[in-house]
């Protein structure tokens, strides 16, 4: 079965500071995949999307980017976070197709001081 | 989306009664919907979805209703429990997948 992680689960960090959250994937080749922030009590906002190795669409200008070094692994990274950055931030995987089910891993809370 | 930046609706039942949460989809060509369940501090999970050729389609306690004419689509939660309680989020399959604002769904014991 495929399960899909993110780390870290929580991170408090200062204004200005780098920033690397990391998704993997297991049981699944090739698949689509997917970065989402959610501000509390809103919904889900589409940061980036990539549908292969090296492959990242980038749905909101901000000063985060992505990067998918391998097949299972994406990246979030930030130069110099501010403090809008803080939220929950959600990985999410599908199949290759993009129109089907997205699977959801457990989030990254994000706190910017 | 559009509905990032809105505050969610809550809908408030008791527990044991039947719940239903609205959806309304923008994408008349969307031909796929899923229901999402987000519980708090916990990424969104799958509960249900349907095709549009299709109706209605059941689960165990969960109904999802799709009226194409009017791009609606409804879960229902029948003896809705306590563990029922989370946001709950539709989402349309037109190019991509794309989720509604979200419904928060608290239960009163």
């Known amino acids: 079965s495929q399960t899909i992680h993110q780390w870290p689960a929580t991170l408090v960090q200062p204004v200005g500071s780098p920033l690397s959250l990391e998704c993997t994937v297991e049981g699944t080749s090739n698949p689509n995949l997917y970065w989402y922030r959610q501000a509390a009590g809103r919904g889900l906002q589409l940061l980036f999307y990539s549908v292969g190795i090296g492959q990242i669409s980038s749905e909101v200008p901000q000063n985060l980017s992505a990067s998918r070094p391998q097949d299972r692994q994406f990246i979030l990274s930030s130069k110099k976070l501010l403090l809008s950055d803080s939220g929950f931030y959600l990985c999410?995987?599908?199949?290759?197709?993009?129109?089907?089910?997205?699977?959801f891993g457990p989030g990254t809370r994000l706190l910017v001081l | 989306g559009e509905s990032v930046g809105l505050h969610l609706p809550t809908l408030s039942v008791q527990e044991g009664d039947n719940s239903i949460i609205n959806c309304a989809y923008s994408?008349?060509?969307?031909?796929?919907f899923i229901w999402y369940k987000q519980e708090s501090g916990k990424g969104p999970q799958f509960i249900i979805d349907i095709r549009s050729n299709m109706d209605k389609r059941q689960g165990q306690r969960v109904t999802v209703l799709l009226n194409k004419t009017v791009k609606h689509l409804s879960l229902q939660i029948a003896a809705t429990q306590p563990g029922d309680s989370a946001v709950y989020f539709c989402a349309e399959a037109g190019n991509m997948l794309t989720f509604g604002g979200g419904t928060r769904l608290m239960v009163k014991p």
């Open positions: 994408n008349s060509a969307s031909d796929y």
């Open positions: 999410a995987w599908s199949t290759t197709s993009g129109k089907e089910t997205q699977y």
